[in-house]
Nanobody, 120 residues
């Protein structure tokens, strides 16, 4: 199993920045992709960004492209989401996810989530 623990959420004003962290433990060697999702109130969980273990290839949702940056520190088994120019619509619970060998094309491991609230 892979265990994921998010941190770094909180309250921030519009235009501000936050950096989320996700520490992974367990079967780290099986992880092929890590990513971030969020779930806004009343909405479905939304893909934000991913980064591959091999080569650090990244992909972003259009809604966050240019504002959010995903990165990874392999030595620390930690993935980050740097969020800049935050908007009220960025409010939600942010989840770290991992896709590992055997998950196919799905993210099979999830953290508990960390709340991000953007206010004016």
């Amino acid at each position: 199993q892979v265990q994921l623990v998010e941190s770094g959420g909180g309250l921030v004003q519009t235009g501000g920045s936050l950096r989320l962290s996700c520490a992974a433990s367990g079967s780290i060697g099986s992880i092929v992709t890590m990513g971030w999702y969020r779930q806004a109130p009343g909405k479905q969980r939304e893909f934000l960004a991913l980064i591959t273990t091999s080569g650090g290839i990244t992909s972003y949702a259009e809604s966050v492209k240019g504002r959010f940056t995903i990165s990874r520190d392999n030595d620390k088994n930690t993935v980050y989401l740097q969020m800049n120019s935050l908007k009220s619509e960025d409010t939600g619970v942010y989840y770290c996810a991992a896709r590992k060998v055997g998950d196919g094309g799905l993210f099979g491991s999830w953290g508990q989530g960390t709340q991000v609230t953007v206010s004016s």
